[in-house]
């Protein structure tokens, strides 16, 4: 089975601050993505990374993808209270989902 | 271009009953996809169909079944309803197999009294 982690499980910020989220496995995934769920929503989906070391910037969040593609992490630059919601890693393999168990974030103004 | 759709969005069933839980996906994508998520669980894959064909399987008992239609809409059963089996259960469809870009829709609220 594989397990993908993530940490922490709750976080709670001022607007403004820096975050980081962690996600890792003792498995190797194929790629790696991350989503954002907000309530009463289904995951919407903010990036893919599939290399190893890969490096990918959307405005303010960064995404790593491990070298040994086994783990992930997702870096909030001066978040805001729009970042509030629950985010989500998934490791893809043979065309199989396995998703962490998610970080709750929420962002004070 | 619509999102992916689910219907219906809340739902209340007794222990023993059956339930349908229908999906259609975004115009133009073939695959529809299938998960349970829970508190204590998280998000766990339930199936995933292409071109009405299930592709791949995730460990969940035989109660759980599902369908594509030829127009990529997909339907999901839960047979014999269990107190567990009350959770949000999510669709996401996507143009190509293997869950590679997907998008979900808002799910069904299934809770089992």
């Known amino acids: 089975t594989q397990l993908l982690e993530q940490s922490p499980q709750f976080l709670s910020i001022q607007e403004g601050e820096n975050l980081t989220v962690y996600c890792n496995s003792s498995?190797?995934?194929?790629?790696l993505q991350w989503y954002r769920q907000e309530p009463g929503e289904g995951p919407v989906l903010l990036v893919t990374v599939v290399t190893g070391g890969e490096v990918k910037k959307l405005k303010r969040l960064t995404f790593q993808f491990g070298d040994a593609r086994k783990d992930s992490s997702l870096h909030i630059t001066a978040a805001q209270p729009g970042d509030t919601g629950l985010y989500l890693c998934?490791?893809?393999?043979?065309?199989?989902?396995?998703f962490g168990d998610g970080t709750t974030l929420t962002v004070k103004p | 271009k619509a999102g992916v759709t689910q219907t219906p969005r809340y739902l209340i069933k007794t222990r023993g009953q059956q339930v349908t839980l229908s999906c259609s996906p975004i115009s133009g994508h073939r695959s529809v996809s299938w998960y349970q998520q829970t508190p204590g669980q998280g998000l766990q894959f339930l199936f995933e169909?292409?071109?009405?064909?299930?592709?791949n399987k995730g460990n969940f008992p035989g109660r759980f079944s599902g369908r594509q239609f030829s127009n990529s809409r997909s339907e999901m059963n839960v047979s014999t309803l269990e107190l567990g089996d009350s959770a949000l259960y999510l669709c996401a469809s996507s143009f190509v197999a293997g869950n590679y870009e997907q998008y979900f829709g808002p799910g069904t609220r299934l809770t089992v009294t």
């Open positions: 498995s190797v995934f194929s790629s």
């Open positions: 998934a490791g893809l393999n043979a065309g199989k989902s396995t």
């Open positions: 169909y292409f071109s009405e064909t299930q592709r």
